[in-house]
């Protein structure tokens, strides 16, 4: 049995260019969540876009259940061209992107796929532990570190732009995403996390763990909270869904 929760902040944003959305049917649960880049209109577009298309997969049962991850890769590859081709009003491309974070569970399988920051979470036995990599240039530093590539030095003075995303929905080629070609499984106890950026830098993984309770509900009132009773004078759009295995 599943029992999740979804709740978004708009932090001290003047527009929300986060989306997410749930579906279940039968054995099978997907969750999809995304933070738009581009501005207003382009990354609340892009973002919406592609919540609307794994949604509407998910609706249309394009999700094989006897290959998962090559349902996920197609949806994402659909996702990545519509956003490519968003338009305004005057048929200019609007350059826009979101990062995407999807997880698939059919009955105790899970699958996820990701592409950008924003991240999946797994809390099983009292500890947190961060399931996708985060899709920015320190992705790509700390691969050359650990060749012997570039030294120290290097690392730390290009580590200044090291938050930049080099995948995301919405790029010329989506070459990189975190996928799992085998299933998790997962037992009843485990709860997952989905986040934009917004939570995480906001809440340590100390501090999500102390608002996880045994029910959902409870679990995501004590995340939001801790959010808005942040003092941070930037906070960006924050939201989650929060997942249970019964």
């Known amino acids: ?51 609307k298309e794994f949604l509407s997969s998910a609706e249309a049962g394009s999700i094989d259940k006897l290959n998962v991850p090559e349902s996920l890769i197609a949806c994402a590859e659909r996702a990545n061209r519509l956003v490519r081709e968003l338009r305004d009003e005057q ?23 990701s592409a950008g920051d924003s991240r999946l979470y797994i809390v099983r036995g009292g500890k947190i532990t961060q399931i996708t990599k985060d899709h ?10 650990s060749e012997g590539r570039i030294s120290a030095e290097k690392y730390r003075q290009k580590s200044r732009g090291g938050h930049a995303l080099i995948s995301f929905i919405g790029i010329p080629r989506l070459d990189i995403v975190d996928i799992n070609l085998e299933p998790f499984i997962l037992y009843p106890g485990d709860v997952l996390l989905l986040a934009s950026d917004g939570l995480f830098k906001i809440m340590d993984n100390e501090d999500i763990l102390r608002c996880i309770e045994a029910r959902m509900d409870k679990s995501a009132d004590e995340l939001i909270d801790f959010i808005r009773r942040s003092e941070n004078t930037s906070k960006d759009n924050s939201t989650f869904i929060i997942v249970g295995m019964r």
């Open 91 to 113: 048929g200019e491309r609007l350059n826009a992107g979101t990062t995407l974070v999807s997880v698939v569970i059919d009955e105790n399988k899970l699958y996820w796929l």
């Open 136 to 145: 920015n240039y320190f992705y790509v530093l700390d691969r050359l570190l």
């Open 1 to 51: 049995m599943i029992e999740y929760e979804l709740r978004t902040d708009i932090g001290t944003r003047e527009d929300q260019q986060d989306c997410a959305g749930t579906h279940q049917a039968d054995d099978l649960f997907l969750a999809v969540l995304c933070d738009g880049m581009g501005g207003h209109k382009g990354g609340a577009l892009a973002s919406f876009t592609v919540v």
